[in-house]
Structures are given as C-alpha cells and as structure tokens.
Nanobody, 120 residues
Framework: QVQLVESGGGLVQPGESLRLSCSASGTIFRINAMAWYRQAPGKQRELVASITAGGDVSYVDSVKGRFTISRDNAKNTVYLQMNSLKPEDTAVYFC??????????????WGQGTQVTVSS
C-alpha cells in the first residue's frame, strides 16, 4: 500500500511564508506527476500547482509568482513553498501523487490534508 503524509501547515499573518511537504511511502515503482490542491470552506477543490516527472511546473494564476512547487525524487517528496501569503490562500491543502505501484498498475494517491490559515 501507498501512504502520503503531509506536514507544514499552520496559522500565519498576511505576507508571511509557509512550506508544505508531502512524502510517499510503501510499494512504489515510480512516481509520475505530483500536485497540490486546496479546498476553502464552501468552495470546490482546486488545483494549485503541479510538477511532472520531468520537472515541468504549472500554477493557477492566483498563486503565480508567490508559490513554488518542487520535488525530491530520492525522498518521494513534493514541496510547496508559499510566500507572500494572503487571506484568500486560507484552505485545506492536499497533495496528490500519481504513482506506479508496479509495472502494470498506477493510481492517484492523496494526502490527509493540512490546514493553512492566513489571518491578522
């Protein structure tokens, strides 16, 4: 089985920074794309940032220039560096990894979610 464990959320003031981490463990043949989603109260879950196995990244417009996604393949870990945080960034953040668990099977796996609250 595969497990994703997230860390790094918390309460910060506007303009401050946080770094989220998400590490995969278990039976892993290869990790393909990794991504971060978020869901604010009363809103749908949205894709915030993604990174391919080759390192290509993409971001939702609202976080461009402030957030940076990166990955450490040796550690099966994806990071989200969040700078210049705004109150509208407040949400539960979920990581997602597309993992090939053996040669003939791959699936999307999700972390448990970590709360990020930006408030003065």
């Amino acid at each position: 089985q595969v497990q994703l464990v997230e860390s790094g959320g918390g309460l910060v003031q506007p303009g401050e920074s946080l770094r989220l981490s998400c590490s995969a463990s278990g039976t892993i043949f290869r990790i393909n794309a990794m991504a971060w989603y978020r869901q604010a109260p009363g809103k749908q879950r949205e894709l915030v940032a993604s990174i391919t196995a080759g390192g290509d990244v993409s971001y939702v417009d609202s976080v461009k220039g402030r957030f940076t996604i990166s990955r450490d393949n040796a550690k099966n870990t994806v990071y989200l560096q969040m700078n210049s945080l705004k109150p509208e960034d407040t949400a539960v953040y979920f990581c997602n990894q597309n993992i090939r668990v053996h040669l003939f099977y791959e699936n999307d796996f999700w972390g448990q979610g970590t709360q990020v609250t930006v408030s003065s």
